[in-house]
């Protein structure tokens, strides 16, 4: 009788360890499942405060960043309205246009001529006086009307116009000399005076910039 308990005892101890062992795996799984999800919770949490926190400094910069963008007083000295009827034939002005100063030229038919002509010159810097006076929407100018940077493309200097042998002008302080048009005939400068961006507004009105 003894010997049958004691076999039937040891036949139950496996499965009592098995059912342990079980249990012992269930709860150690559930840790781990628990671990994670918290884990992934805490990721959430540190991503979404960050997020918020890039939104928060992105309020907070904001005021800042604007007041670097340009006024609307400093947008309107960016442009500059000229009315025509004030510059008589063979008269230039010169005026200020973002930030720099442009010669305003109201050409006679002489000097018009004379930039049509030497559209077959040999020329250093290579453009017709028609592309010359393009406007910058692409649409043609006016024959009339040359409108360029008043700065000698050599070292900067002003130019003075009628002093060159090409009707045009030339820079006193190394003798660059212009034509009509206002490109380089002469002289150490490598480009032509530089077009100023410009659009006819009016029949007598041109803006500048």
């Known amino acids: 009788m003894r010997r049958e308990r ?14 342990a062992m079980a249990i012992s795996s269930a709860a150690s799984e559930n840790a781990n499942l628990n671990s994670a999800v918290d884990e992934t ?40 309205d000229i009315d025509l009827t004030q510059i008589g034939e063979g008269q230039e002005i010169t005026v200020r246009a ?15 001529e004379a930039a049509e002509h030497d559209d077959f010159a040999h020329l250093k810097d290579p453009a017709s006086d028609a592309s010359r006076l393009a406007q910058k929407n692409g649409a ?3 024959t009339a009307y040359l409108i360029v ?21 030339r820079c006193p302080c190394h003798g660059s000399v212009y034509d009509t048009s206002g490109r380089i005939r002469s002289g150490p400068a490598p480009k032509n005076l530089f077009v100023a961006p410009y659009v006819y507004t009016g029949a007598n009105a041109v803006r500048i910039g």
């Open 6 to 19: 004691a076999a039937a005892e040891r036949t139950r101890a496996p499965f009592g360890w098995s059912v």
């Open 41 to 80: 919770r805490r990721d959430f949490i540190f991503v979404a405060a960050g997020a918020a926190a890039t939104v928060g400094l992105s309020y907070a910069a904001w005021p800042f960043i604007d007041q670097m963008n340009p006024s609307a007083d400093t947008r309107a000295l960016a442009t500059t």
């Open 98 to 112: 973002a930030g720099k100063s442009a010669f305003v030229r109201h050409r006679t038919q002489r000097e018009i």
């Open 140 to 142: 043609p100018g006016r």
């Open 149 to 169: 940077w008043s700065a000698c493309t050599h070292l900067g200097c002003i130019p003075l116009f009628a002093e060159g042998e090409f009707g045009g002008w």
